[in-house]
């Protein structure tokens, strides 16, 4: 290995490393040090013209929220060949360390999920920190699942067949959003698919140490991305709905798949979070993705592991949805 290569480089495939030097080149500062603002312009997503996964109805919406207005994106599938009845549904929520992220930089993937499970995919543009600290993003998310229950026939949804996803902050959210409605005694999602998801505040799993200075998310700057999430007015721990890892217990969610990539500082902590699933009796699939790190989910086109991952969870989703010829792959702990 080359003295001048980071100790993970050889954890990484071969479309991992190009895209490390790639992202080496472009982000030549790290995100802390760049700020909200200058991060968010220079890391901005534009959708594609031409998308890899073309589909004939996507609708931009503005739904109702406590805070005003939130804009989202409604994926439908083809209608090929046309479905029995209502179609299920899964509320995406991008990720970004709650600080960056948009409905365009998570198209891609929401374009090829819909595509693949036959599943309407609403793709929710929550506030971002610092502006809005923890909890205005997991209000946004809480009001966006509340909408869609509501306006489901409306959209030629299954209103009972409702799941939420993630990645990274998006996946946080998706298992914070969990945990407010089995609070509140509410109707929650039929699953909970969590890529990556940032759950623990801890930052001490040994994944923080060996991956300090991965690609794209380093821990330094995961570290930073929390702080402007909790805000500078937070002193001491944060409750669950922050952290999901400091609930007391995780019973009576809904299953979940849950997602990891091997060279990421959040590794660990995802995936000691599945396990907490499994011992209070959640059903749980949780695989790592070798050979890639942070971020890999939403590069469709860049990354051969990104289509293995969303075909996981296109077959998950069928799963859910009682599709009899759907099988779930994965290991179901480490």
Not at 66 to 86: I, K, Q, T, V
Not at 146 to 167: C, K, N
Not at 195 to 224: C, H, K, M, N, Q
Not at 286 to 309: I, Q, S
Request: proline letters at 8%; charged letters at 25%; glycine letters at 8%.
């Amino acid at each position: 290995m080359n003295e001048a290569q980071p100790p993970y480089w050889d954890h990484l495939d071969a479309d991992a490393q190009f895209v490390a030097d790639a992202v080496a080149g472009t982000l030549k500062k790290p995100v802390r040090e760049l700020g909200a603002e200058a991060a968010r312009k220079l890391l901005a997503t534009t959708p594609a013209e031409r998308p890899l996964t073309p589909l004939d109805r996507v609708e931009n919406l503005t739904l109702p929220a406590r805070s005003g207005e939130l804009c989202a994106r409604l994926y439908h599938p083809d209608d090929s060949p046309a479905p029995p009845g209502p179609r299920p549904a899964l509320v995406y929520l991008h990720g970004g360390g709650f600080v960056l992220g948009s409905l365009d930089g998570v198209d891609e993937v929401c374009r090829a999920i819909c595509a693949r499970s036959g599943w309407a995919v609403l793709s929710v543009e929550y506030r971002l920190a610092p502006e809005y600290p923890y909890p205005a993003a997991l209000d946004d998310c809480f009001d966006a699942f509340a909408w869609l229950r509501r306006s489901a026939a409306a959209y030629g949804i299954d209103a009972d067949t409702i799941a939420v996803g993630g990645d990274s902050a998006g996946g946080n959210l998706a298992a914070a959003l969990c945990l407010k409605l089995r609070d509140l005694s509410l109707d929650q999602p039929v699953s909970q698919v969590l890529i990556y998801p940032a759950v623990d505040d801890s930052f001490a799993t040994p994944s923080w140490t060996e991956f300090a200075e991965a690609p794209v998310l380093t821990g330094a700057d995961a570290r930073w991305l929390w702080e402007q999430y909790v805000g500078p007015d937070h002193a001491g721990p944060v409750d669950h709905l922050a952290a999901p890892m400091r609930a007391a217990s995780l019973s009576d969610l809904p299953p979940a798949l849950v997602l990891t990539a091997a060279v990421d500082p959040l590794r660990d902590d995802a995936e000691a979070y599945a396990e907490r699933l499994r011992r209070d009796g959640v059903e749980v699939t949780l695989t790592r993705y070798d050979g890639v790190f942070h971020g890999f989910f939403t590069e469709v086109g860049v990354f051969a592991r990104t289509d293995e991952a969303i075909a996981q969870v296109a077959r998950h989703l069928r799963r859910t949805a009682g599709d009899p010829d759907s099988t779930l792959d994965g290991r179901s702990g480490r």
